[in-house]
């Protein structure tokens, strides 16, 4: 027993191993279903973000320090839950970053409370938690480099990555 769940385990791992590719949904809505939902395709373009985007999903930024959610942040995620009430079948991770200022440890946490955040709103927002993961990066993965209060700005954001 211990050896089939070892190699269920180590197929699992090689399985999700293949790297980033582009998810489509081609399937067909059943006809006459009154709770029937309609799934749109899933485009995930790798070169949006650090992490892609997907068409129809917004990225949210934060004010320096905060993890709490602005009135442009709830307005772009009542959206990205629009998208995912139209698209039930997607499961998604919501990553938390930072810009490079403060410790490793300060904005891992901080990202964290970001990811945190977004994921409680789209939960108030009648979205299934089951159907949302977070993660941190801090300040690991900045989408601009530079070392201005732009790009600072830039890199204080929660972004919407698929799962399956």
């Known amino acids: 027993m211990k050896q089939v769940t070892l190699a269920v385990a180590a197929l699992a791992l090689v399985?999700?191993?293949?790297?980033?590719?582009?998810?489509?949904d081609d399937s067909v809505p059943m006809a006459g279903g009154g709770d029937t939902v309609?799934?749109?395709p899933l485009s995930f373009n790798p070169?949006?973000?650090?992490s892609g985007e997907i068409a129809?999903?917004?990225t949210v930024n934060f004010?320096?320090?905060?993890?709490?959610?602005?009135?442009?942040?709830?307005?772009?995620?009542?959206?990205?839950?629009?998208?995912?009430?139209q698209n039930g079948n997607v499961k998604l991770q919501i990553e938390g970053h930072c810009d490079a200022r403060g410790s490793v440890e300060y904005n891992i946490a901080l990202g964290e409370r970001?990811?945190?955040a977004v994921k409680a709103y789209m939960v108030s927002q009648g979205i299934a938690g089951d159907r949302l993961s977070?993660?941190?990066?801090?300040?690991?993965?900045?989408?601009?480099?530079g070392d201005t209060e732009s790009a600072y700005?830039?890199?204080r954001r929660a972004n919407f990555v698929p799962l399956q």
Not at 134 to 145: A, C, F, H, M, Q
């Open 15 to 24: 399985a999700g191993c293949k790297g980033k590719q582009t998810k489509t």
């Open 38 to 40: 309609e799934s749109a």
């Open 47 to 50: 070169q949006g973000s650090d």
């Open 56 to 58: 129809g999903l917004s």
């Open 63 to 85: 004010d320096l320090d905060k993890s709490a959610l602005g009135n442009a942040a709830k307005e772009k995620l009542r959206g990205n839950a629009a998208w995912m009430k």
């Open 114 to 116: 970001r990811a945190n």
């Open 134 to 145: 977070v993660i941190s990066y801090g300040k690991e993965k900045p989408l601009d480099n």
């Open 153 to 155: 700005a830039k890199n």
